[in-house]
């Protein structure tokens, strides 16, 4: 009988566990990991680099306008939408794990190199779409789908 409840207790822990969900980051879990991240500075450093392509597309915009612009924008709106997104996907548990993560070495320096590599990694996903865009184009010409 003794091992009949105990074994019972112990059931009843370990079904327990395995029901309970795990906690909900908050919005302010998010807000910490974004400031630990910087995410702001990942924006400026995401626009400065958009600039440099821009200008050789916009050659009548004076020198110093993009730059002017620069100083005016304002991450909030866009952090403040992103928060509910990360929010949905990762429990607070989760949330205090990437902010350990981001506070590590390796962590500082994928914060650091993110946006050369993003920069980078656009370049040649152009180019890929580009080539690919063609292909693309060519197969449907080629079986008559487009007209030449």
């Not at 993003?118 to 890929?128: D, Q």
Request: aromatic share 10%.
């Amino acid at each position: 009988m003794k091992k009949t409840v105990i074994a019972a207790v112990f059931m009843g822990l370990v079904c327990a566990g395995f029901s309970q969900e795990a906690r909900p980051a908050s919005n302010e879990d998010v807000r910490r990991l974004f400031e630990v991240m910087d995410m702001k500075n990942i924006g400026l450093q995401t626009f400065d680099a958009m600039i440099g392509q821009m200008g050789s597309l916009f050659p009548n915009v004076p020198p110093g306008f993009l730059e002017a612009f620069r100083e005016k924008l304002d991450f909030s709106p866009l952090i403040d939408a992103c928060i509910p997104i990360y929010a949905k996907y990762y429990s607070h548990d989760e949330i205090m794990q990437l902010i350990e993560f981001y506070q590590s070495p390796i962590g500082r320096k994928t914060i650091e190199l993110t946006p050369a590599i993003t920069e980078e990694s656009m370049a040649i996903s152009m180019e890929w779409a580009l080539r690919l865009s063609q292909q693309l184009i060519e197969a449907m010409r080629e079986k008559g789908y487009l007209n030449s």
